[in-house]
C-alpha cells in the first residue's frame, strides 16, 4: 500500500501559521475530507474562517509515514517543503528524508479546497457487523493491509498478528465497519475493532484501525460506541503506549486516563484508559 506525505498551503496565515504536514495512503479522499471541514483542527479553523488552501507538496514515502510526518512537522518549516513558497528551490518543493517528490502537474483532480468542496462527500454513516471466519479472502487482506499501514500506531498486535484477527472472528470479537457505497480507498471496508471479553470484570479494546480515507469521521467513536452496546454493563477498557497519538483519541471519545503500567511482555509503559458502561 502507497504511503504519501502532503503539505497545505494556507492562501491567509493563521495565527503565523501558513502550512499544515500530513500523512495519508489516499491523498485525493483526505484532501475532500478537508475541504469539507473535517480533520486536523487548523484546517477547520481555515474554513471556518472561509479561508481558502492550495496542495503545496506531495511526496511518496517508502517508511512508516507516520514516523516521517512527526520528523517533517519537527523541523516547523513548512516552507521548505512547499513549491507554492518562493523559499522552495526553483519552485519545487524539498522532500523529506526517505521520500521522493512527486509531480503535482501529473495529477487531474483538483488541488485547491474551493473546488474539492465541489466534490462528492463520502457517506460518513458505515455499517457495522461481526467478521465470521467465512468472509470473502479480501476481508481479511484489507485488514492485513491496515494492520500493515498501521503498525507502528498500533502499539501490541493481539494474538501474533494478523493471524489473531481470524481467531477473534471465531469467536465473535472483530467488529467490522463496512462502508454502504464504495468510493474511497481499496475494497468496501473503513475499519475494524477487535476485543477481549475473556476477563469478566471488563472488555478490552486491543485494537481500533480506520482506513486512511475514511478517517476524521467518527468512525472510531461509533465503533466503539457499538462495543458499550453490546456488552452494556461492563465497562470497556484500553490500554496504549504512552508514546502513541492514540491517547488523543480515547480521551475525545469520553475514556478516562486511569493510570499507567508496564506491559507484561515488552516492558514498555502504557496508559490504561476507561469507560463506565452503559449501565450497572
Known amino acids: 500500500m502507497k504511503a504519501y506525505l502532503y503539505v497545505l498551503h494556507f492562501d491567509t496565515k493563521l495565527h503565523h501559521?501558513?502550512?499544515y504536514i500530513g500523512a495519508t495512503t489516499m491523498p485525493l479522499s483526505r484532501l475532500i475530507t478537508h475541504a469539507h471541514g473535517r480533520g486536523a483542527a487548523i484546517v477547520?479553523?481555515?474554513?471556518?474562517?472561509?479561508?481558502?488552501?492550495?496542495?503545496?507538496?506531495?511526496?511518496?514515502?517508502r517508511g512508516d509515514m507516520y514516523s516521517a510526518e512527526k520528523k517533517m512537522k519537527a523541523t516547523k518549516n513548512g516552507r521548505l517543503h512547499c513549491s507554492l513558497c518562493e523559499q522552495a528551490d526553483?519552485?519545487?518543493?524539498?522532500?523529506?528524508?526517505?521520500?521522493?517528490?512527486?509531480?503535482?502537474?501529473?495529477?487531474?483532480?483538483?488541488?485547491?479546497?474551493?473546488t474539492l468542496?465541489?466534490?462528492?462527500?463520502?457517506?460518513?454513516?458505515?455499517?457495522?457487523?461481526?467478521?465470521?471466519?467465512?468472509?470473502?479472502?479480501?476481508?481479511?487482506?484489507?485488514?492485513?493491509?491496515?494492520?500493515q499501514v498501521n503498525r507502528y500506531a498500533l502499539g501490541w498486535i493481539p494474538c501474533g498478528g494478523d493471524?489473531?484477527?481470524?481467531?477473534?472472528?471465531?469467536?465473535?470479537?472483530?467488529?467490522?465497519?463496512?462502508?454502504?457505497?464504495?468510493?474511497?480507498?481499496?475494497?468496501?471496508?473503513?475499519g475494524y475493532t477487535a476485543i477481549a471479553t475473556k476477563e469478566a470484570e471488563w472488555v478490552k479494546v486491543q485494537q481500533c484501525v480506520i482506513a486512511d480515507g475514511a478517517r476524521f469521521r467518527?468512525?472510531?467513536?461509533?465503533?466503539?460506541?457499538?462495543v458499550r452496546t453490546m456488552h452494556p454493563k461492563r465497562p470497556v477498557v484500553a490500554r496504549v503506549k504512552q508514546e502513541l497519538d492514540a491517547n488523543d483519541f480515547w480521551r475525545q471519545i469520553g475514556f478516562e486516563l486511569r493510570g499507567s503500567e508496564t506491559h507484561i511482555t515488552s516492558g514498555q509503559p502504557a496508559?490504561?484508559?476507561?469507560?463506565?458502561?452503559?449501565?450497572s
Not at 477547520?44 to 514515502?61: E, V, Y
Not at 465541489?118 to 457495522?128: C, K, R
Not at 467518527?218 to 457499538?226: C, F, Y
Open 163 to 190: 493471524g489473531g484477527l481470524i481467531e477473534y472472528a471465531q469467536i465473535g470479537n472483530l467488529l467490522l465497519a463496512q462502508r454502504r457505497e464504495q468510493f474511497i480507498g481499496s475494497y468496501d471496508l473503513w
Open 117 to 147: 468542496r465541489g466534490m462528492i462527500d463520502p457517506e460518513t454513516s458505515p455499517q457495522l457487523r461481526l467478521a465470521t471466519v467465512r468472509e470473502q479472502p479480501w476481508v481479511f487482506q484489507a485488514l492485513r493491509e491496515m494492520m
Open 271 to 279: 496508559n490504561f484508559w476507561w469507560r463506565e458502561p452503559l449501565c
Open 90 to 114: 526553483r519552485g519545487h518543493a524539498k522532500p523529506p528524508e526517505g521520500c521522493w517528490t512527486i509531480d503535482l502537474s501529473l495529477f487531474e483532480w483538483p488541488q485547491d479546497s474551493t
Open 17 to 19: 501559521a501558513q502550512h
Open 218 to 226: 467518527g468512525m472510531g467513536r461509533a465503533m466503539i460506541e457499538k
Open 44 to 61: 477547520k479553523a481555515q474554513m471556518r474562517a472561509g479561508a481558502t488552501w492550495r496542495l503545496g507538496g506531495l511526496f511518496g514515502c
